[in-house]
């Protein structure tokens, strides 16, 4: 059995782009969106039952979510499963959440594939994200795995080598107050935490090496730097003792104990 029929008596547009007012028997109703409005054909004059009205309302509810998920996805590139996580953190339900998603991939919004292949470009040009990284990125990003490795297929050893010339450079240099040995641990354990190779990533360290090999000087000077600390540190000790634990610290420190020797020499 149909309800009461209702009668569209006035559409006021709303200030906000796209947006309607319906009024039904010269009473607000309720507001949707422009899309809505022309589906529906609410116009003035139309007339509703109880059921078309719930329709609507059901209808306009999905509308608002494609229209969040929309402005969300072309504020910058997204992947299906980040529209699904803002939608559910908004309180929409499994079934409008797939549809909006569909429409947006049927609307060339939503393309994990593309997302994928720029990303990969992006991390290549940006020299910061190995293989590994990238793939640990887009895992996280909900992309499926045989898309990534097809992605993947763009970024080749040489991309690597060419971005682990400039890294490890700059690596070694914010290291430079470590010793040379260190620094060059604390910049291998940097390139692999980020996804490079680590058979690259030491014949990047040896080739920068051999280019610009480590600073006596400045060796010396991070040396007597952390061995005054060192010595401070362990002053209640004298002799054998004092000399062990200052060689063991320098040691752990990745200096050369023929240095250290050196150092204590001066020092007496």
């Known amino acids: 059995m149909e309800g009461t029929m209702q009668t569209v008596t006035k559409v006021t547009r709303q200030r906000r782009m796209g947006r309607y007012n319906i009024y039904l028997d010269d009473e607000y109703a309720f507001a949707v969106d422009e899309k809505i409005l022309i589906t529906y054909n609410l116009f003035k004059g139309a007339t509703l039952d109880d059921a078309a009205i719930e329709q609507i309302k059901s209808a306009e509810f999905s509308q608002k979510a494609y229209t969040r998920a929309l402005i969300y996805a072309t504020g910058q590139m997204r992947t299906s499963q980040q529209v699904y996580l803002k939608l559910k953190e908004q309180g929409y339900d499994q079934q409008i959440i797939k549809d909006v998603i569909s429409r947006l991939k049927d609307d060339h919004v939503l393309d994990d594939v593309t997302y994928a292949e720029t990303y990969v470009d992006q991390a290549k040009s940006a020299g910061k994200l190995g293989p590994r990284g990238v793939k640990f990125k887009l895992q996280q990003a909900g ?4 898309v990534i490795e097809d992605a993947l297929a763009a970024y080749t050893i040489t991309d690597q080598v060419d971005a682990l010339a400039e890294r490890v450079g700059q690596l070694l240099e914010k290291n430079a107050r470590h010793s040379t040995f260190l620094a060059e641990q604390k910049t291998q354990q940097k390139l692999l935490q980020q996804g490079f190779d680590q058979r690259l990533i030491q014949q990047a360290i040896s080739e920068h090496r051999a280019i610009e090999a480590p600073d006596a000087d400045q060796e010396w000077e991070n040396l007597d730097r952390d ?7 362990y002053a ?6 004092f000399k062990n634990k200052l ?6 420190k990745g200096y050369d104990l023929n240095l250290v020797d050196r150092w204590l020499k001066q020092r007496d």
């Open 143 to 146: 992309i499926d795995q045989f």
């Open 247 to 252: 060689k063991a610290a320098m040691y752990r």
């Open 227 to 233: 061995a005054t600390i060192a010595a401070n540190r």
């Open 236 to 241: 209640s000790f004298e002799g054998w003792e």
